[in-house]
T-cell receptor, first 112, second 112 residues
Framework: SQTIHQWPATLVQPVGSPLSLECTVE??????LYWYRQAAGRGLQLLFY??????ISSEVPQNLSASRPQDRQFILSSKKLLLSDSGFYLC???????????FGPGTRLTVT | DQQVKQNSPSLSVQEGRISILNCDYT??????FLWYKKYPAEGPTFLIS?????DKNEDGRFTVFLNKSAKHLSLHIVPSQPGDSAVYFC???????????FGAGTTVTVRA
């Protein structure tokens, strides 16, 4: 079974500062990887997904970016954080089959 | 455009009774449906799924029903237990695309 690691667990950053959130996956090879954000009281919004190393698709225009430097590593970044970037960020993974996605523990980001 | 809708933001049920969560979708290309359970400050965990070739799938206390003509699915939890208190997300995928579209979630509270 897959294990998804995310760090840090919580982060408080000032507006305008950079961001780097990391996600690593164990127990599978060549998974699809996803970044989601859950804003307070909202559902899960897909931000980025990747079907392979260096392949990133963006779902929502924003000041965030994603990279996949290794097969089981997915990074979410920003050069300058906005207040609206606050939220709970989740990394998810699934092998090409089946459809179930498995989620990491999440990172709580507060931009002040 | 919200393709997956959970119109009830919350549900309160007495311990031992049945919990029924509803979900509607608009995209006729969806052919795989999932339910996730989420506790605060944790990542969602996969609960149960159903393919569009079926109209029912059962796993222990959890049963998912799919009505394709109505584009509606529901999750039944019986009997409800205090540990079932969580946010439940409905998700859908299809058309050869592994991405999941999530509903906004329903918060279930099981009363003792």
């Amino acid at each position: 079974s897959q294990t998804i690691h995310q760090w840090p667990a919580t982060l408080v950053q000032p507006v305008g500062s950079p961001l780097s959130l990391e996600c690593t996956v164990e127990g599978t090879s060549n998974p699809n990887l996803y970044w989601y954000r859950q804003a307070a009281g909202r559902g899960l919004q897909l931000l980025f997904y990747s079907v392979g190393i260096g392949q990133i698709s963006s779902e929502v225009p924003q000041n965030l970016s994603a990279s996949r430097p290794q097969d089981r590593q997915f990074i979410l970044s920003s050069k300058k954080l906005l207040l609206s970037d606050s939220g709970f960020y989740l990394c998810a993974s699934h092998p090409k089959q089946p459809y179930e996605q498995y989620f990491g523990p999440g990172t709580r980001l507060t931009v002040t | 455009d919200q393709q997956v809708k959970q119109n009830s933001p919350s549900l309160s049920v007495q311990e031992g009774r049945i919990s029924i969560l509803n979900c509607d979708y608009t995209n006729s290309m969806f052919d795989y449906f999932l339910w996730y359970k989420k506790y605060p400050a944790e990542g969602p965990t996969f609960l149960i799924s159903i393919s569009s070739i079926k109209d029912k799938n059962e796993d222990g206390r959890f049963t998912v029903f799919l009505n394709k003509s109505a584009k509606h699915l529901s999750l039944h939890i019986v009997p409800s237990q205090p540990g079932d208190s969580a946010v439940y997300f409905c998700a859908a995928s299809g058309g050869g695309d592994y991405k999941l579209s999530f509903g906004a979630g329903t918060t279930v509270t099981v009363r003792a």
